[in-house]
């Protein structure tokens, strides 16, 4: 998986929406201790110095080498490598031991992950009571009634090119498994709604597309997604070059503790 995001990590840096300050304030209300924080699949480290700001260390880590090298530096917050080699025990000793944790979050990434294996380390590592996990991520972009047709045209070209573990994304992680009890934020079968809001001008756009694994996949098949022409109509729809635009990433997010 690390190695769909290796050849874009700058790109990727670049082009990706910010989430809103006050998801993490709901989270760190819902956590009775603000100690350690772990971020997991960190990439850049967007939501990990977002994390910081509510939690005295926060820990930041990825399998991809060239995510961390890209990675936003912040005094709280320290960045680990965890290659898939490591073992459940080794990755709960390197975090801070079992019930260490006060948040445990993913940012548009669990549906990567080998999911059993994985909600048991969080349920080692998460503080009994009062550790919560919060799993969130993104799809569609609201641009306007002109653009929107053009982008699901694009969108239904990229299909072929997607991992398989993607169906979650596309689904608003209305299926993806979540074996944890219910705080208001989402649950197993009813994700929470949200929206990103962006000024995003048309360079900003164009980069968060070729940062897309499809699209990547695709041009090391020799395929191109994103040749003169298909940039020329996104450009028509979007009105010209130079125009930056008020935008919604439509976002969902499951969150809760471990279950009794």
């Not at 990675?71 to 390197?94: C, F, G, K, N």
């Not at 969108?155 to 991992?163: D, G, S, V």
Request: glycine share 8%; net charge negative.
């Amino acid at each position: 998986m690390a190695g769909l995001f290796d050849k874009q990590a700058e790109v990727y840096l670049d082009a990706r929406p910010n989430y809103p300050a006050e998801w993490y304030s709901m989270l760190a209300d819902r956590t009775l201790s603000h100690s350690l924080a772990w971020d997991v699949g960190t990439g850049n480290g967007q939501a990990a110095i977002a994390v910081a700001e509510h939690y005295k260390k926060v820990i930041g880590t990825d399998v991809s080498e060239a995510q961390l090298k890209c990675a936003t530096q912040h005094p709280r917050v320290q960045y680990i490598q965890t290659p898939l080699s490591l073992s459940d025990d080794e990755i709960v000793s390197l975090i801070g031991g079992e019930g260490s944790v006060d948040l445990v979050t993913v940012a548009q990434a669990v549906h990567w992950f080998d999911l059993p294996k994985f909600y048991s380390t969080v349920t080692r590592l998460l503080r009994k009571p009062g550790g919560l996990f919060a799993v969130w991520g993104y799809n569609d972009i609201v641009v306007s009634p002109t653009f929107d047709p053009v982008m699901k045209r694009f969108h239904a070209t990229t299909l072929p090119y997607w991992n398989p573990n993607i169906k979650h994304i596309f689904d608003g992680y209305q299926t993806l498994p979540f074996p944890f009890q219910d705080v208001g934020l989402g649950c197993k079968g009813k994700p929470l709604q949200l929206d990103i809001p962006k000024q995003l001008s048309f360079e900003g756009f164009i980069r968060m597309l070729k940062s897309w694994s499809a699209v990547t996949t695709a041009k090391e098949k020799g395929v191109d997604l994103l040749p003169e022409d298909m940039v020329k109509d996104f450009e028509t729809a979007w009105g010209g070059p130079n125009l930056v635009r008020s935008v919604a990433y439509k976002a969902f997010m499951l969150a809760g503790t471990p279950l009794e």
